[in-house]
């Protein structure tokens, strides 16, 4: 069982995504309740590669059910992120002002714990789309049983790629910003410049969570318990 990092890297650019899809699905991710469709669409995303299918999509295909399985994995979150806040409360309450250092070693701590477990809970919630498997860790458990250092490997592997896209999102924000102050004397082609940037930005963060949940994806369908986990999630 291995996970491509560079298909995963690739998997926006495929035959039926592209810029055009990216910047979509990234324009709508960043409108306010709209942005649950995007949400939707990702989970959508893995439950087709866990069930053989690649395929990207249209982002509106299923535009309603999208929206109520964005918004369910948003809620589900909440509930996971409950505790963590809880916990920061207390430390904070305890520490911050006292040991600094150590409470902001926790606090990244938590951050850490938080990310991996939800990784994992994500992958349970695409199965069947309800809130409480966001928060059913006897089944999500079944990922990683006898399989610990592969879910690592696609841990590690889920940050790489948002790291790749992260790069040439610096990079082009640092050039639009200079060549934007080169061109002052032509406010029009300063706007110009800074809403490319800003649409090309859009497009590589949605690229980027794409190439991450396609790592997911990619873990889950082969994971050994992935059928008993699809039988449990049909129940």
């Known amino acids: 069982m291995s996970i491509d990092l560079v298909k995963a890297i690739k998997s926006p650019w495929q035959k039926d995504g592209g ?40 982002v509106f295909k299923h535009g ?23 916990i920061d409360f207390i430390f904070n309450m305890i520490m ?9 070693c926790l606090f990244n701590l938590l951050q850490i714990i938080f990310m991996v477990i939800s ?14 498997s966001m928060v059913d860790f006897q089944r999500a458990l079944l990922l990683i049983k006898g399989n610990v250092l592969q879910f690592i490997i696609a841990f590690i592997f889920n940050s790489l790629v948002q790291v790749v896209y992260m790069i040439p999102l610096i990079i082009l924000v640092f050039i639009v910003c200079a060549l934007a ?20 930005a859009i497009a590589l963060i949605f690229a980027s969570l794409i190439a991450s949940y396609n790592v997911m994806g990619q873990f889950a369908k082969e994971s050994p318990a992935i059928e008993q986990m699809k039988q449990m999630a049909s129940i």
């Open 181 to 200: 102050v080169a061109v002052a004397v032509v406010p029009l082609i300063s706007i110009i410049l800074i809403l490319l940037m800003l649409i090309t």
């Open 96 to 104: 911050a002002d006292r040991h600094p250092v150590i409470y902001w």
């Open 19 to 58: 810029i055009a899809r990216m910047i979509l699905g990234g324009l709508v991710l960043a409108i306010p309740i709209l942005w649950f469709v995007s949400l939707g669409y990702l989970i959508e995303y893995i439950n087709k590669i866990i069930n053989g299918n690649e395929e990207l999509g249209n």
């Open 119 to 132: 990784f994992m809970m994500t992958i349970n919630f695409a199965l069947d789309y309800k809130v409480l």
């Open 64 to 86: 309603s059910k999208s929206f109520v399985i964005g918004f369910k994995y948003f809620v589900g979150l909440i509930l996971l992120l409950i505790p963590f806040l809880i």
